[in-house]
């Protein structure tokens, strides 16, 4: 597939998905969320795909929503004040972040963020639903929207808490100031700090770890699993689904490979693949509606 805001490549089991409107810093826009949208959806088809590495050209991640671009936002003309739910219930008042967070939420491959300089604004919250960050030391954080007169955005009121503290989020959102690597590590919102050329080396060695070693359809399981997780009311729920998990994969060819290989100590070779094999009960959650 062609694209225009990003590029992809396939190497050793890995997409990397490079944002790519270095001019720009890469500013994210409406083509830019269809076309990692798209990117998405080819990576969960293709089997030979087993992880993602998400990083910018240039010298920057992602400065943020394009503002001199008048499609970064899709959004109907409204009357802020209306009481109408129809007029809060338009399609055209969805946010694109958003949509692009729902469509990592989904993803079926790990998925790794190499975050190479400036992310603010999407930059930083198109991260969230991301598995793992990682950062080069010249990477810049900020959740900048207060600052802009608007409002966190790309469902991170939800993301963001769970990855650093309710407190945390609140003060980096009410400030809107903009922070270095050593402060994302320490508050968890990033994994580690690299010098720029070993950023992307690292990145791939975390995704070559488990492209290798792991199988495929336990770790779509297991992403989806911990994720869908997060927000259950109870435990029971997650005892729900680690059950019908662990007797689905029990008897699936990948559970009798991994116990020979063990044995045999040898690698793996998981016969089980992503398009084909997911247990009959997967998904088994349902999308709440846009509304």
């Known amino acids: 597939m062609s694209f225009t805001t990003i590029q992809t490549a396939v190497a050793d089991n890995i997409m990397t998905l490079t944002l790519n409107r270095p001019e720009k810093l890469n500013a994210f826009n409406e083509t830019m969320m269809q076309e990692m949208i798209a990117a998405l959806d080819l990576a969960d088809a293709d089997d030979d795909v087993r992880a993602?590495?998400?990083?910018?050209?240039?010298?920057?991640?992602?400065?943020?929503?394009?503002?001199?671009?008048?499609?970064a936002f899709s959004s109907a003309d409204l009357d802020p004040k209306s009481t109408d739910p129809a007029t809060w219930s338009n399609p055209q008042n969805r946010d694109s972040g958003g949509l692009l967070a729902l469509?990592?939420?989904?993803?079926l491959k790990p998925v790794i963020a190499a975050?190479?300089?400036p992310s603010v604004g999407i930059g930083s919250t198109m991260q969230l639903p991301m598995d793992i960050r990682i950062a080069s030391d010249k990477a810049k954080f900020g959740f900048v929207?207060?600052?802009r007169g608007i409002v966190p955005e790309a469902a991170s009121s939800w993301f963001l808490s769970r990855a650093v503290g309710l407190s945390t989020a609140l003060e980096w959102c009410y400030?809107?100031?903009v922070f270095g690597a050593e402060e994302a590590l320490a508050a968890g919102l990033i994994r580690s700090i690299h010098a720029p050329d070993d950023l992307l080396p690292a990145a791939y060695d975390i995704a070559q770890e488990i492209a290798d070693n792991a199988a495929p359809v336990s770790v779509a399981m297991t992403r989806q699993m911990l994720w869908q997780m997060s927000g259950a009311p109870h435990p029971m729920m997650a005892h729900q689904i680690d059950s019908r998990a662990v007797a689905a994969r029990s008897v699936q060819g990948d559970?009798?490979?991994?116990?020979?290989?063990?044995?045999?100590?040898?690698p793996a070779e998981f016969p089980d693949r992503v398009s084909t094999d997911m247990p009959g009960f997967f998904p088994w959650w349902n999308e709440p509606p846009w509304a």
């Open 52 to 71: 993602i590495v998400v990083t910018g050209a240039g010298r920057g991640f992602c400065a943020g929503a394009d503002l001199d671009d008048g499609d």
């Open 103 to 107: 469509r990592l939420f989904r993803c």
């Open 175 to 177: 400030s809107g100031r």
């Open 115 to 117: 975050v190479n300089g």
């Open 255 to 266: 559970s009798a490979e991994g116990v020979a290989s063990f044995f045999e100590k040898r």
């Open 145 to 147: 929207f207060a600052r």
